[in-house]
């Protein structure tokens, strides 16, 4: 299963980015599908995530009330619409998503990552 990310760049502070994250493998049964980020000289940390097709969320503090995760199940796909960005969201963004394949292989994947940049 690829995880093919889309939507990163750079924006100024205060403004919006929106991120996409598509599985290749629409049979893929997806589980939690999910943000992360790493900055430099930091460690990779949990954004926000969406299990049960929506039914749960989950958010890093700090980004709480700002980013958004939602998901489209027939897509397999998750967007991260991100408004009010500071400086301190600049990273490198990861999906990632497990679930199972119909063979009842449980599976774990990441994708290539995507640049947000904001200045300040």
């Known amino acids: 299963v690829q995880l093919v990310e889309s939507g990163g760049g750079l924006v100024q502070a205060g403004g919006s980015l929106r991120l996409s994250c598509a599985a290749s493998?629409?049979?893929?049964?997806?589980?939690?599908m999910g943000w992360y980020r790493q900055a430099p000289g930091k460690q990779r940390e949990l954004v926000a995530a969406i299990t049960d097709g929506g039914g749960r969320t989950n958010y890093a503090d700090s980004v709480k009330g700002r980013f958004t995760i939602s998901g489209d199940n027939v897509k397999n796909t998750n967007y991260l619409q991100m408004n009010s960005l500071k400086p301190e969201d600049t990273a490198v963004y990861y999906c990632n998503a497990d679930g199972w394949h119909r063979s009842g292989v449980k599976g774990d994947y990441w994708g290539q990552g995507t640049q947000v940049t904001v200045s300040s």
């Open positions: 493998d629409t049979t893929f049964i997806i589980n939690t």
